[in-house]
Nanobody
Framework: EVQLVESGGGLVQAGGSLRLSCAHS????????IGWFRQAPGKERERVSC????????YYADSVKGRFTISSDNAKNTVYLQMNSLKPEDTAVYHC????????????WGQGTQVTVSS
């Protein structure tokens, strides 16, 4: 059974930083991808970032390029999303997701963690 468990959300002032973690387990294949989606009230769901766990391929949404960094610690089966220079518009529930590749990364979902950026 695939499990994705997020941690690290919270409240931060604009310009601040947070690091989200996603502990993942149970994937039925060796080569898969882990990513992050976010959902804010009244807005479209957005694919934020993704990393191929084996090939290291990366994806970033234009809205976070240069501010967010995704990384993978394969020994710990954990993916991190370092979020710097946070803006109020980054406020959302962030979900860890997993799938066969970054193009199809939303097969599995974590429960989500709230990120709130105050102005």
């Amino acid at each position: 059974e695939v499990q994705l468990v997020e941690s690290g959300g919270g409240l931060v002032q604009a310009g601040g930083s947070l690091r989200l973690s996603c502990a993942h387990s149970g994937f039925p294949v060796d080569d898969y991808a882990i990513g992050w989606f976010r959902q804010a009230p009244g807005k479209e769901r957005e694919r934020v970032s993704c990393i191929g766990v084996r090939d290291g391929r990366l994806y970033y949404a234009d809205s976070v390029k240069g501010r967010f960094t995704i990384s993978s610690d394969n020994a710990k089966n954990t993916v991190y999303l370092q979020m710097n220079s946070l803006k109020p518009e980054d406020t959302a529930v962030y979900h860890c997701v997993g799938g066969g590749s970054c193009d199809y990364v939303d097969d599995y979902w974590g429960q989500g963690t709230q990120v709130t950026v105050s102005s």
